[in-house]
């Protein structure tokens, strides 16, 4: 006999899940994950959205809860992004072989990442980098919190090998039920976070060059703001210069 309709409806979760997100109270929010592809035939460029990542929020004010939230926020976007890369990341070493109109045989094609566009909360996540109350607050290099943004010898690059290897080790620990002590004595005074960066497993990114700390950038909606705010401040300290120079100083902003 037969079964019921009613009785597969109910029993299939993909359905349960439908009807979960349809007549919940609480509002689902995702952020889209977007990716401008070129096209070699036309030369043109397009924007595609190819998958969305859930909004994650806690509903407790304490400490320990909020930190397990956010590191299981982190978790849940490296996977979002593994789902996404799962061909890509073999494809960016081996190659793919790809049909192209005028060519009778295909064509080897071998992607690479050139450009993460994000501004900086973004890319620490990406990263696998605390985002604030860290003692190296910048992606590229190993400068020091106090030292940031002053006068000083040049700081050297990140490794990024180093930095891997660390998260590997702090993300096992923290599979392993490792406590916060342990992490971070792992994390030292590196800034990461237990989660291990997916696009570090991309070729060129964490082999090679290692250009995984090389490739973020502002998007356009940023640099629109951020030179606004340029504008703005070189504007406020033409002012300010003008209006000292009668005392024969001059004021100096370091942005």
Known sequence: MPRPASIFIVTNPVVLFLLWLFTSYVANYAYPIRIRFPNIITGKMKWITIGY??????????????????????????????????????????????????????????????????????????????????????????????????????????????????QLDAAEALEDGAGPARLSQIEGDSSIVPIVPVLAAVHGLGTGPCCLYQIFGFDMLHVRFLLTFLFIAVALDSSSVRHDSRKRSTSVTWF
């Open 53 to 166: 990542v859930p909004i994650i929020q806690s509903n407790s004010e304490d400490s320990a809860e909020k930190s397990r939230v956010r590191i299981l926020k982190d978790a849940v976007f490296q996977r979002c992004l593994a789902v996404l890369m799962h061909r890509f990341i073999p494809a960016s070493q081996y190659g793919e072989p790809m049909v192209v109109p005028g060519q009778e045989e295909p064509v080897l094609a071998v992607p690479r990442v050139v450009l993460y566009a994000a501004d900086q909360p973004e890319e620490r996540r990406v990263l696998g980098l605390k985002l604030s109350g860290c003692k190296r607050p910048c992606s590229h290099c190993t400068v020091g919190k106090h030292d940031a943004a002053c006068r000083g010898p040049r700081s050297t690059a990140r490794d990024v090998l180093e930095h891997v290897d660390l």
